[in-house]
């Protein structure tokens, strides 16, 4: 079965730094990689996906993710916070547009 | 458009009443899923369907039913419900299939269900 793991429970970083979250996969085979963004007390939203091509995809709000398919890896990235990004963000797997299977969370608190 | 809605937004129960939680897409997304989120373990799948007449179950799919009479609804039944449903459930619904707009899952608004 799939898993995803996600490498930090809680980051608490200050305004203007760099963040990395890391998240890998177990999946061998053909996946669509996904994070999603979850403000508090809203739902789910999609940051950014990789389905094909440039390992390297840019989301919104100026994420980016790297997909390194030997790691299994495909890690979050953003070169200067906000406290506007302080959320919980999820990774997620998935075939095809279905079985999706998501990582435990990374809560990220950015502090003004 | 209003994409993936779910009722009610609040739910309280006592110990071994039954619910239904509703969800409906507009979208007409083959997809649906239901999921539940509790602190420290992310989204954990309950039970999903691929379409109108096709539902399968999930990684926790015990203490619950569901349905998918249509493609736009996807309701989740609690039929007998314990504390250990107190969580917040999310439905979300995704297109199918190769190429770039598929493959997207959207997340309705989340039902906060206590179980009393």
């Known amino acids: 079965a799939q898993s995803v793991s996600q490498h930090n429970h809680h980051v608490i970083l200050s305004e203007a730094a760099s963040l990395e979250l890391g998240c890998n996969y177990s999946?061998?085979?053909?996946?669509?990689l996904f994070w999603y963004v979850q403000y508090p007390g809203q739902h789910l939203q999609l940051l950014l996906k990789?389905?094909?091509?440039?390992?390297l995809v840019k989301g919104i709000k100026g994420f980016e993710a790297e997909f390194i398919k030997s790691k299994f890896s495909f890690n979050l990235r953003k070169p200067s916070v906000q406290w506007s990004d302080t959320a919980e963000y999820f990774c997620?797997?998935?075939?095809?547009?279905?079985?999706?299977?998501f990582g435990p969370g990374t809560r990220l608190s950015v502090l003004p | 458009n209003a994409g993936v809605t779910q009722t009610p937004k609040f739910q309280v129960l006592k110990t071994g009443q039954s619910m239904t939680l509703q969800c409906a897409q507009d979208?007409?997304?083959?997809?649906m899923s239901w999921y539940r989120q509790d602190p420290g373990m992310g989204l954990r799948l309950i039970h999903y369907?691929?379409?109108?007449?096709?539902?399968d179950q999930g990684e926790v799919p015990n203490g619950y039913n569901v349905s998918r009479s249509t493609t736009e609804d996807f309701p989740l039944r609690l039929l007998s419900a314990a504390p250990s449903q107190t969580s917040v459930y999310f439905c979300?619904?995704?297109?199918?299939?190769?190429?770039?707009?598929?493959?997207?899952?959207?997340f309705g608004a989340g039902t906060r269900l206590s179980v009393l």
């Open positions: 999946y061998g085979g053909t996946v669509n």
């Open positions: 979300a619904s995704s297109d199918t299939g190769t190429g770039l707009a598929k493959n997207i899952q959207y």
């Open positions: 979208m007409n997304h083959e997809y």
């Open positions: 997620a797997v998935s075939r095809y547009g279905q079985n999706f299977v």
């Open positions: 990789y389905f094909s091509g440039d390992p």
């Open positions: 369907s691929v379409g109108a007449g096709i539902t």
